[in-house]
């Protein structure tokens, strides 16, 4: 499989009020690009696999104080394996990029050549096309809200055994996800982890 085919089997939004310059040029390398001026709902973004944040005139939905590094927080807490890219062209020691810091996986500045770009989504696209390093960080995101344990091996077992069967529907997944009977953002989080398109692309390589 080329690599132009997995980048176009990854959605990737941007989200800048300003217009993204190197959308055209992105998109001749294959990748699968929206741009977003900003959201109102993390809802907006949920089914993309790598979302690019600018951090300046966004986030005003959320903590408009640090801009985008609010949307990009509100992430990574309930969808930790999106994987989160922040933009800008702003100093590095601004309110709205040392926040980012906390919580983005990688920076893009507004002046990186494309070949940076691209080496930074395919980064990216490694990411989140890797099944162990997925389950990785949904499983530290499930720790981090206190949930048993014994429900989270369940889950990991079964999460295995969808990886070793190249399941894509992940159907004793889902069946265990119910039994466990998780709620709020650990819901979110593992509904998240299952639910890319890049699986159907994965399991057929």
């Known amino acids: ?13 941007i989200i800048d009020d300003e217009k993204f310059k190197a959308h055209s040029n992105l ?41 985008g590094a609010s949307i990009i927080k509100e992430l990574k807490d309930n969808y930790p394996t999106k ?15 040392s926040a980012a810091k906390q919580f983005a ?10 070949t940076k770009l691209v080496s930074k989504l395919d980064d990216a696209i490694d990411f989140t096309s890797n099944p162990y390093e997925r389950w990785l960080v949904s499983r530290q ?17 079964a999460y295995v055994e969808a990886i070793t069967r190249s399941d894509s529907e992940f159907r004793e997944f889902k069946e265990i996800m119910e039994k466990v009977d998780l709620g709020g953002n650990a819901k979110g989080i593992v509904q998240s982890l299952i639910a890319s398109g890049i699986w159907a692309i994965v399991f057929a390589a």
Do not use: W
């Open 1 to 13: 499989m080329s690599q132009k085919e997995i980048r176009s089997a990854v959605k990737i939004a």
């Open 83 to 97: 994987y989160l890219i922040a933009y800008t062209g702003a100093r590095a020691n601004t309110a709205e990029a």
């Open 141 to 157: 995101g499930l720790i981090d809200l206190e949930i048993d344990l014994r429900k989270i091996m369940e889950l990991e077992s």
């Open 105 to 114: 996986d990688d920076f893009i500045k507004k002046d990186d050549d494309i």
């Open 27 to 67: 998109t001749n390398y294959g990748y699968k690009i929206q741009e977003l001026p900003d959201i109102t709902t993390l809802d907006e973004v949920i089914d993309f696999d790598v979302v690019i944040c600018d951090l300046m005139g966004v986030g005003q939905h959320f903590d408009k104080s640090i801009g």
